[in-house]
């Protein structure tokens, strides 16, 4: 069965620094990643999404996340953090039909406090 | 109305009570899904819906009981149940079951007590 793991519980960041919240999983075939964010008392938004091709992928919000096979990670990101960004971020990986589960696995989350 | 919506988005029910979550996705897609947000655990996949037929059921107890009349709407009837189910519950939707991506509602903020 799939995994996901977020092994960063928090994370602080001052505003206009950079981002990269890790994610790493854990699949036998090609993993289709996502990277979610969910604003306190929402759900969740796509941030971005990797199916093939093209190892680094460009997301909404100036997000950016790269594959990496052979570290079995998804990191996510950003060159420059707004206050804005604060949320709870995660990690997904998605099987594919026949796979197991249709839906997706998801990490714990990352909780990402930014200091003004 | 645009992307998924769930109503009501606040809930707080008895351990004896009967009611219903309701989800509507205006993406056109044809497989639903619902998830359990729980603190401090990652969201638990509890239903999947493709072209209104259930393909999956992650072993979720029988007081959940899902229902979807058409592809554009889901429920999930609740009965009896625990405070451990107090949880978000969370409702999505993607244009094919499998691995495409899954767009989310706001969720339901469910209590129980």
């Known amino acids: 069965a799939q995994s996901v793991t977020q092994p960063d519980i928090h994370i602080t960041v001052s505003e206009g620094a950079s981002l990269e919240l890790r994610c790493n999983y854990s699949?036998?075939?090609?993993?289709?990643l996502f990277w979610y964010v969910q604003s306190p008392g929402q759900g969740l938004q796509l941030l971005l999404k990797?199916?093939?091709?093209?190892?680094l992928v460009q997301g909404i919000k100036g997000f950016e996340a790269e594959f990496k096979r052979s570290q079995s990670s998804f990191n996510l990101r950003k060159p420059s953090v707004h206050w804005s960004d604060a949320a709870e971020y995660f990690c997904?990986?998605?099987?594919?039909?026949?796979?197991?589960?249709?839906?997706?696995?998801f990490g714990k989350g990352t909780h990402l406090i930014i200091q003004p | 109305e645009t992307g998924v919506t769930q109503t009501p988005r606040h809930l707080v029910m008895g351990m004896t009570n009967k009611k219903s979550l309701k989800c509507e996705q205006h993406?056109?897609?044809?497989?639903m899904y619902w998830y359990k947000q729980s603190a401090k655990k990652p969201l638990e996949l509890m239903f999947v819906?493709?072209?209104?037929?259930?393909?999956e059921n992650n072993s979720v107890p029988s007081r959940f009981s899902p229902e979807c009349p058409n592809s554009s709407h889901l429920f999930l009837h609740l009965h009896t149940l625990q405070p451990e189910d107090s949880a978000l519950y969370l409702c999505?939707?993607?244009?094919?079951?499998?691995?495409?991506?899954?767009?989310f509602g706001p969720g339901t903020r469910l209590t129980v007590t």
């Open positions: 999505a939707s993607s244009l094919l079951r499998g691995y495409y991506e899954q767009y």
């Open positions: 699949y036998g075939a090609t993993p289709y």
């Open positions: 990797y199916f093939s091709g093209d190892t």
């Open positions: 997904a990986v998605g099987a594919g039909s026949g796979g197991g589960a249709d839906g997706l696995t």
């Open positions: 993406l056109g897609h044809n497989a």
């Open positions: 819906y493709s072209l209104e037929e259930r393909v």
